[in-house]
């Protein structure tokens, strides 16, 4: 199985590997220091399964699960943590693989086992979906967003990003200069975004409250934000929502 | 029938004079404050009207036999005005006294025959009365000529037969005896009157024996029916009455004793013996002696009759051993609950009330009396509103139970039959259980506030411990261990003799950790110290990526601080401001003094604080747990205050009193 380890500690990597190389079945194809490089490696090397360290620089173990494409390439996954009882409870309860540090290596090769068997199951995707479900309870405020461009990843705290829009059936994200696709739906990210900052405008445009330049009435009831970007792109809010925007900012 | 040598034989004035003068001022006295006192119990309830005439009757009678004696005393002529309306008032007073009586009677005259037979009595004097009132009167003006001994007798006459009359028929067998009897006595001594007037009018005596049968027979009738009267007719100040009138009746008998004596010692027995200077001084000694001996005795002779009297006529509930009775049941009580079925008791048995209720005040419910609301008792007439919406609606008397300052509840009473107008010991009584149970209910109040106190500080205490607890384990996360334990079993194989540093360096900081989980103070530079072993450890895991700087002035390295109070900063920096941030990062710790004020500093190039992210709301947390123990430790003279830093991240400042330890 092609694996990929993603841990933020020099030691911690290379004992991993150490006790993987007593598994045989196990091919490390790379490692990855903190969650922005295991997102590129993720998408890069398309591993069959995943040691993810939780606690981590940049991004932690579940916003790299969340931030990458759920799709049928996406890997297992066998979290590794120091000592986490949130996140413990909640492996538990769904019967997810996980190891604590220091790793024990009869609880390794149980994980392996079980990995293998799964790899070799016709569908993977009720373990995915637990994966996924996880990740979201348990960390459920996003503090960063993964953005990219062409083949390129970049970690953009979410004030600086003025809108989410869905294009095409892609959400993308317009910093202040530049436009990012991302790989979470709007639905994730008005969950998971400050509900005081981001505001619904239409079905498909996530707006940044903070970054507005200009709100002018538009026809009928409803409004056109003017934003704050370069080109001063202007963004119309639906009837329905500019009722909750009247709400959300007094004296509008 | 008093004096007759007042209209007739004028040698009248004789040595009964100044005996019956002081009898009728005696008699004016008490029959006047009889009158002012049923006055004021108008208002009340369980206070007959017929009180009131009776009073006025016995007023009349006395006054205008004072009025006849005093003008004759003074020497004006016979049947003059003065004489005529005093005779005048003083038989009207006489012919009208069976009215009141035969209403007093009539409450106990239900059934049958009796109640119509006493309606008809009642209507005979009436007629009779005004009959005599108008013959009277027309007499006394000159319009008619009637003898004036026979309207005497006409109106004794009267008077005695419709007494005779209704004391014999009205009371039944079943009326209380307390009534029943003294109605036969009351009845009997108005026949008596009759039979020693007549015997006075017709055997004729000489005058000084028909002097003396007139003023004892007409004043001991007076008594006996003032006393009978009070047995079935009791009011609010009856017992009141009884003992000022007990004193002046007292006073005017002890008078007339004396004046007597100053009279009738035969001076001239005396010197028969005697010389007169002698004689004379053995008089005077006698009737001095007698005079001190009563003076002296009165006051003894007054509470004893008083007090006979009183339990005599009122069968005054043993209030004394009530109380008593009542304070050791209430001592027993712990529930609040339980207070009122034996307050209730309490007041009812020994007053025989018909009902006594003890309900809580609510003084929004209805409109009450002003004076309820100040704690004073309320008498409700029977047709008071309050009735309707009082728990019991024939409660005549309500008794404010005061606890906590103010009116807490109310004590209903409604009078029984044995006791159908409560007199003012009564109701003294039914002040002294209210009382009882206001200070019961202050005293329950008072150990429930205790009880409460104390578990709110057993909670409390519960808490500080847990509290403790919990900022323990927060001093060194597990986390922290079980990395620094995989980092070493990588090293062990890898490189041993960093694993020896590595493995050194975590017992050292978990010494550190456990030596002063038990004490709350140690010096900077210990603090310091452990400080830079944790985050050697934490260097090492991180290897490239965490820089760590100390700038610690040498002279405060001595001064006291919280064991472990820059640990939780440091790791909230850690875990916060450099963990989420790729890439190298740099922690500052360090300690100067600024005059008394010691400042601790920790500060990184990480994160930063953002309202959006999550981590201002654990380093808030992180803060507000040092925040706490600086609290506890210095109250407001320390502080902790988390910035933004100059050129990113986050700067945490302590500030605290300096103070030096010594270094044990």
């Known amino acids: 199985m092609r694996s990929l380890i993603v841990d933020d500690e020099e030691s911690a990597r290379s004992r991993l590997r150490r006790l993987l190389a007593a598994h045989p079945e196990i091919e490390v194809i790379g490692e990855a220091r903190d969650g922005l490089e295991a997102v590129r490696q993720i998408e890069a090397l398309r591993p069959a399964l995943l040691f993810l360290d939780i606690e981590m620089p940049g991004l932690t173990g579940f916003e790299v699960l969340r931030a990458i494409p759920n799709d049928a390439n996406m890997p297992l996954v066998i979290f590794i943590t120091g000592y986490d009882e949130h996140a413990l409870a909640a492996f538990e309860a769904n019967a997810l693989a996980y190891l604590l540090k220091p790793i024990e290596p009869e609880r390794l090769s149980q994980a392996v086992t079980r990995a293998h068997a799964l790899h070799a199951a016709v569908d993977g995707a009720p373990e995915r979906e637990r994966v996924l479900k996880v990740a979201r309870e348990s960390q459920p405020v996003l503090r960063q967003i993964v953005c990219r461009k062409r083949d390129r990843a970049v970690l953009l705290p979410p004030d600086q990003i003025l809108w989410f829009r869905m294009e095409g059936g892609i959400v993308k994200a317009r910093s202040a200069s530049d436009t990012f696709w991302v790989n979470h739906s709007l639905t994730d990210l008005e969950a998971g975004l400050p509900p005081d900052v981001f505001f619904r405008a239409r079905r498909e445009v996530l707006v940044n409250l903070a970054r507005i330049k200009e709100i002018r009435p538009y026809f009928k009831s409803g409004f056109l934000l003017v934003m704050a970007d370069n080109e001063a792109t202007e963004i119309t809010v639906s009837e329905r929502q500019a009722k909750l925007l009247r709400q959300r900012i007094p004296g509008l | ?664």
């Open chain 2, 1 to 664: 029938m008093l004096v007759d040598g007042l209209h007739g034989h004028s040698i009248a004035i004789g040595s009964f004079f100044t005996g019956t003068l002081i009898a009728f001022m005696t008699g004016v006295l008490i029959t006047l404050l009889l009158l002012i006192l049923t006055l004021r119990a108008a208002r009340l309830p369980g206070t007959p009207f017929a009180n009131i005439l009776f009073a006025l009757c016995a007023l009349c009678w006395s006054a205008g036999g004072l009025g006849r004696l005093a003008a004759l005393g003074s020497d004006v002529p016979h049947w003059s005005t003065i004489v005529r309306i005093s005779w005048a008032l003083q038989y009207i007073g006489a012919a009208a006294i069976p009215i009141p009586i035969l209403a007093c009677w009539r409450r106990y005259a239900v059934d049958g025959w009796r109640e119509s037979a006493s309606r008809i009595l009642g209507i005979v004097a009436m007629i009779s009365a005004a009959a005599i009132s108008a013959t009277l009167i027309f007499r006394s003006t000159g319009l008619l000529d009637i003898g004036v001994a026979s309207m005497e007798h006409a109106a004794t006459f009267s008077s005695t037969v419709l007494l005779v009359l209704g004391g014999a028929f009205l009371p039944r067998r079943s009326t209380p005896s307390s009534v029943y009897y003294p109605s036969l006595a009351m009845a009997a001594a108005a026949f008596g009157t009759s039979v020693v007037l007549l015997v006075r009018g017709h055997a004729a005596p000489d005058a000084g024996q028909a002097a003396f049968l007139g003023a004892l027979g007409s004043h001991l009738v007076l008594l006996i029916a003032l006393f009978a009267f009070f047995l079935f007719a009791r009011f609010r100040y009856a017992d009141i009455f009884v003992r000022y009138g007990t004193r002046i009746l007292l006073v005017g008998l002890l008078t007339s004793i004396l004046t007597s004596a100053l009279r009738e010692i035969r001076i001239e027995q005396l010197t028969s013996t005697h010389a007169p200077p002698a004689a004379f001084t053995l008089h005077l000694s006698g009737v001095v002696l007698l005079a001190n001996m009563l003076l002296l005795s009165f006051t003894f002779v007054d509470d004893f009759l008083s007090r006979q009297l009183n339990r005599w006529l009122f069968r005054p509930a043993d209030t004394r051993s009530s109380a008593r009775k009542l304070a050791a049941d209430l001592s027993a009580i712990h529930n609040e609950m339980e207070i009122a079925p034996v307050v209730e008791d309490a007041a009812r048995v020994p007053l025989e009330l018909s009902g006594a209720r003890l309900v809580p005040f609510d003084k929004e419910v209805t409109i009450w009396p002003a004076g309820l609301i100040e704690g004073e008792i309320v008498e409700l007439n029977p047709s008071d509103s309050l009735h309707r919406t009082l728990p019991m609606p024939n409660a005549e008397v309500l008794v404010p139970v005061t606890s906590d300052g103010r009116v807490s509840h109310l004590l209903l009473a409604a009078p029984g039959p044995a006791r159908p107008g409560l007199v003012q010991h009564d109701l003294n009584f039914l002040r002294m259980v209210a009382l009882q149970a206001g200070s019961r209910f202050d005293m329950l109040r008072r150990e429930r506030e205790a009880i409460d106190r104390e578990s709110r500080e057993a909670l409390l205490r519960q808490q500080i411990a847990e509290a403790e607890l919990q900022a323990l384990r927060a001093q060194i996360h597990p986390h922290f261990l079980f990395n620094s334990l995989n980092t070493i079993a990588d090293l062990v194989v890898r490189d041993p003799l960093r694993a020896e540093t590595m493995t050194l360096r975590l017992a050292a900081t978990f010494r550190h950790v456990l030596r002063n989980a038990s004490r709350s103070l140690t010096t900077v530079r210990e603090e310091i110290e452990f400080l830079r072993t944790y985050l050697a450890i934490e260097e090492v895991r991180f290897s490239d990526r965490l820089t760590v700087e100390f700038d610690v002035d040498p002279e405060v390295e001595g001064d006291a601080i919280p064991s472990l109070i820059l640990q939780p900063l440091v790791e909230n920096a850690m875990k916060h401001g450099l963990g989420p941030k790729p890439g190298p990062g740099r922690l500052i710790i360090s300690a100067k003094a600024d005059g008394p004020i010691l400042i601790l500093r920790v500060e990184d190039d990480g994160m930063g604080l953002s309202t959006s992210s999550p981590a201002a709301h654990s380093n808030g947390m992180g803060v507000a747990n040092v925040a706490g123990r600086l609290r506890t430790l210095y109250h407001d003279q320390a502080g902790v205050a988390l910035d933004p830093r100059e050129g990113g991240g986050t700067r945490v400042t302590v500030t605290l009193p300096r103070n030096k330890v010594e270094k044990a």
